[in-house]
């Protein structure tokens, strides 16, 4: 899990709820390597058992959401193993659209799973002529405090 996170890190936040133990996580990774796809980013969240339906969700998300739209992706997808109608629930909340099924994918809990895909639009104002912003870039842009709190109002 700490090289995950230090890869991650290169380009792409990584937030963590910290109770005393982790509570929750939300990060983003590349979508594909290729250069086409570098304003597309891929997006998970988890939350412990015991901290769920308290709104950390939706608060990890929106923080990770808006630094994405600070760096400057254009595009934030997710995977959702299926059924997962927690985690459809919470995507679909926060602006998610069902974009497909790619079928018997994912193997997990003992069986081949499908996993549907989710897309939401991070704004059109990405500038073509480069990249998003690698990681330590957005962290000393001025509106980065302000895009980490965005999700501090969904806390219960």
Known sequence: MADRIGVTLESFPWLVCDEGRVAGYAYAGSYRSRGAYRWSAETTVYVSEDHRRQGLAAALYTSLLALLELQGFRTALAGITQPNEASVSIHERLGFKPIGIFESV???LGDWRDVGWWRRPLGDSAPRD????????ARAHRGWPTALATGQAHLA
């Open 130 to 137: 480069r990249p998003p912003l690698p990681l330590a870039q």
């Open 106 to 108: 994912g193997f997990k």
